[in-house]
C-alpha cells in the first residue's frame, strides 16, 4: 500500500522528475511503466502493462465527467499521455470508471447505480486524443463542457457542481433511491 501522497507515490515508484519521468515497476517479471498525470488530482498517475497494451489512467481519462481541478497540469498530463501512446502499442486506455451513456453527450447523474445504456469501460488512443484536442478548446473557461465520449468540468465552477448536486438528487426521487 502506497500513502495517498505525491511525495510518499514518487519516492514508492522512484519518480525523481515528477511528473513527466517514466520509471518501470518491475511485479515479479511483469514490468509495468508508471508516470505522473496530474490535473484531476495532483497525485494521480497513469499505468502502462506493455504484455496487454492497457494504459490505465484513473481518474483522467474515462467515459464520464472529467474533473479538473488544475487545469495546466490537467493539459500537460494528456499530451504527455497522447506521447506517450505515439512510442507504445496501446490496446485500450482504461479509467476507473464509466458515467457516460453509449448516446453521445449523454452522462448519468453522479450517484446513479442504474446505469442500463453505460458506456464501454475502455477507450481507444483516438478518444483519449480527442480529450486532449477538447481540453485545449475549454482551456480557461470554468464550467461543464459536453462531448460525445466524456464531459470535462473545469473547477471551480459553483453552477456545474450545483446542476450535477440537483440531477443527482432529481435520479435518486425518480428512481426511488433512499437518500
Not at 476507473?96 to 453505460?118: K, N
Not at 480557461?140 to 462531448?147: C, E, I, L, S
Request: proline share 8%; net charge negative.
Amino acid at each position: 500500500m502506497v500513502p495517498a501522497d505525491r511525495d510518499a507515490a514518487c519516492s514508492f515508484f522512484g519518480i525523481s522528475d515528477w511528473p513527466a519521468e517514466i520509471v518501470t515497476l518491475d511485479l515479479g517479471g511483469r514490468m509495468l511503466e508508471v508516470t505522473g498525470c496530474p490535473g484531476h488530482d495532483d497525485r494521480s498517475i497513469a499505468v502502462y502493462d506493455p504484455w496487454t497494451g492497457f494504459l490505465i489512467t484513473g481518474d483522467t481519462v474515462y467515459p464520464g465527467r472529467l474533473y479538473v481541478r488544475d487545469f495546466p497540469a490537467f493539459a500537460a498530463s494528456l499530451d504527455r499521455l497522447v506521447e506517450f501512446t505515439r512510442a507504445r502499442p496501446v490496446t485500450h486506455v482504461l479509467g476507473c470508471h464509466i458515467e457516460m451513456s453509449r448516446s453521445p453527450g449523454r452522462d448519468y447523474p453522479v450517484g446513479a447505480t442504474y446505469q442500463p445504456d453505460e458506456a464501454a469501460l475502455p477507450m481507444t488512443v483516438d478518444q483519449l486524443t480527442a480529450v486532449r484536442d477538447a481540453a485545449r478548446l475549454v482551456a480557461g473557461r470554468p464550467g461543464a463542457h459536453v462531448f460525445g465520449d466524456f464531459a470535462i468540468l473545469v473547477l471551480p465552477s459553483t453552477p456545474a457542481v450545483a446542476k450535477q448536486a440537483a440531477r443527482a438528487l432529481w435520479w435518486k426521487l425518480r428512481n426511488a433511491i433512499p437518500l
